[in-house]
């Protein structure tokens, strides 16, 4: 398939805590880009999926959910949700069907109004809910009023439904373009990234009620052994990752660990199945707990796991 002389466009994909933002760039590209939690604001980061079709090629950042806080780590989520925005050729606004529109999805229309003529919404959720989505529709047609109704899909990020349609009309609204990564990419995360991401996913989803933003996942070592390396055939190569998941005080550390260690070892197998579904390599996890005392007030550690 060549990309020469068809549409490349930069898409950043927006909406509030857990409308399905992950979950529907990851089934627009196939594959596992983005980690995905019940967790509000789980998406820390500015995630690039890319799509390659015939059309040509879409990179999609997968961006923070919208959330009105002052507290100094959500203002660095919004912040990057902002910038993806300025940097973007087209934003995909992501409402969730089974929530009436808020205060927040105002405060995320009034960032997109500038740019409605290039802004596609896509309603997801509908197999939650299945109705006409007409509140939806009268908050779009007032707060967005350069938004017009045929760029508004119905979808369901989850069963794949509505994602055709929806893919189509991004590529049509796209300028031309030379693709900006090679067809065999369907994301550009650094392989250390991915697998602290995957790590965190598993702890998020089972420390969900005790644990949910207190946590960050460190990779303190990652080396390929023997003839192992990034150029080897991969079923040749072995890479070994000592991680460390760091929570904010030190009772903390128990809950993450489990009685007995059983939290720990069931968060560490569920991260290496999902590693090994990803990667070709052979992959041993060494993973730990340790304290970052009020790490989400810490300017360095912020930028770290939000910038990469």
């Not at 089934?27 to 040509?56: D, F, L």
């Not at 990020?157 to 929806?166: F, H, R, V």
């Not at 990034?230 to 890479?239: D, F, I, T, V, W």
Request: proline fraction near 4%.
């Amino acid at each position: 398939m060549s990309l020469v002389s068809a549409k490349a466009a930069f898409v950043a994909v927006v909406g509030r805590p857990s409308a399905g933002k992950s979950t529907l760039v990851n089934q627009m590209c196939g594959e596992k880009v983005s980690i995905v939690s019940a967790v509000p604001q789980t998406t820390r980061n500015a995630i690039r999926g890319i799509v390659n079709r015939e059309q040509g090629q879409l990179v999609f950042i997968d961006t923070p959910g919208r959330h009105k806080s002052e507290k100094k780590f959500n203002k660095k989520l919004t912040d990057i949700s902002g910038r993806a925005v300025d940097d973007s050729d087209i934003m995909l606004y992501v409402l969730d069907a089974s929530r009436l529109p808020g205060p927040e999805e105002a405060e995320i229309a009034a960032l997109l109004a500038p740019a409605a003529e290039k802004t596609i919404a896509a309603i997801n959720k509908i197999d939650i809910n299945n109705d006409d989505c007409g509140r939806i529709y009268e908050f779009l047609a007032q707060a967005l009023p350069g938004l017009s109704k045929d760029r508004c899909f119905r979808i369901s990020a989850k069963n794949n439904t509505g994602i055709d349609a929806l893919l189509t009309a991004l590529y049509d609204i796209s300028p031309e373009g030379e693709p900006f990564y090679g067809e065999e990419y369907y994301t550009d995360q650094e392989v250390e990234f991915r697998i602290a991401e995957i790590i965190r996913e598993q702890a998020v989803n089972r420390l969900r009620q005790e644990l949910p933003h207190a946590l960050y996942v460190e990779i303190a070592d990652a080396q390929f052994s023997g003839e192992a390396a990034p150029q080897s055939e991969p079923q040749h190569a072995k890479l070994w990752v000592r991680a460390f998941i760091v929570v904010e005080r030190e009772s903390q550390k128990g809950m993450v660990v489990g009685k007995g260690g059983a939290m720990i070892k069931d968060i560490r197998l569920a991260a290496l199945k999902e590693l090994r579904s990803i990667f070709d390599w052979k992959i041993e996890l060494d993973l730990r707990v340790k304290t970052g005392k009020d790490w989400r007030h810490n300017d360095r550690i912020l930028r770290r796991i939000t910038e990469g």
